[in-house]
C-alpha cells in the first residue's frame, strides 16, 4: 500500500511542478506580449487562476503532509509520551481524512454536474468547468489514502516512518 501511495503522490508533484512551470511560462508570456506588443493574451488569468493553480496546490497537498511541509503546532506535541503523541495523531489525521474526503466529495459532485450540464467558464476561451475541479479530487483522494495509512501504521506501530513529524525539532521553535 506504501509504494502505491508513493508513486501517487510523485505524479501528484510532478503534475503539480508542471502546473507551477506553465503558470511561470503563460504569465511571462502574457507580461511579455502585454507591455512589450500591447498584446495581452486575454485567456492567460483564467488558465493560472481556475486550472493550473488549483493543480498546483492540491495535487501536492498530499506530499506536503507526508514530507511535514504543512503548518503544524507541536509545542505540547514533542512533550507528549510517544503512545499518546500516536493516539493524538491518529485523532487529528481522522479529522484531517473527514475534511478533506468531504471537500474531495463535493469537487467530485461539482466536477460531475458541471460536466453533464456542459458548463464553460465565460471569457475570452469558453474553458470547461468541471476541469477546473478535477484536481481536487484527486488530490484529496491521495491525500486520504496516505491518511488512512498513516492512521493505521500510528494506531499499531505506534509511528509512520514515512511521513516527517516535527522536523527534528527538540523542544524549540526553528
Known amino acids: 500500500m506504501q509504494i502505491l501511495i508513493r508513486r501517487l503522490e510523485q505524479v501528484g508533484l510532478a503534475l503539480a511542478g508542471l ?16 507591455y512589450a ?3 495581452p493574451m486575454q485567456w492567460a488569468t483564467d488558465v493560472t487562476s ?11 497537498i498530499s ?55 456542459q458548463e464553460y467558464m465565460p471569457g475570452y476561451i469558453e474553458w470547461p468547468v468541471w476541469l477546473s475541479y478535477l484536481p481536487i479530487p484527486l488530490g484529496t483522494g491521495i491525500l486520504c489514502l496516505r491518511l488512512v495509512h498513516h ?16 522536523h527534528g525539532l527538540e523542544g524549540g521553535v526553528e
Open 19 to 34: 502546473c507551477i512551470c506553465l503558470v511561470m511560462l503563460t504569465v511571462s508570456a502574457d507580461a511579455l506580449m502585454r
Open 37 to 39: 506588443l500591447h498584446a
Open 50 to 60: 481556475f486550472y493550473l493553480l488549483v493543480g498546483a496546490a492540491y495535487l501536492a
Open 63 to 117: 506530499s506536503t503532509f507526508t514530507a511535514g511541509d504543512h503548518i503544524n503546532i507541536n509545542l505540547l506535541h514533542q512533550r507528549m509520551p510517544v503512545r499518546l503523541r500516536a493516539v493524538t495523531d491518529a485523532l487529528c489525521a481522522l479529522a484531517y481524512l473527514a475534511v478533506f474526503a468531504l471537500v474531495g466529495w463535493l469537487a467530485w459532485e461539482t466536477a460531475v454536474e458541471a460536466l453533464h450540464n
Open 151 to 166: 492512521v493505521f501504521m500510528l494506531l499499531t506501530r505506534g509511528q509512520d516512518p514515512h511521513v516527517v513529524q516535527d
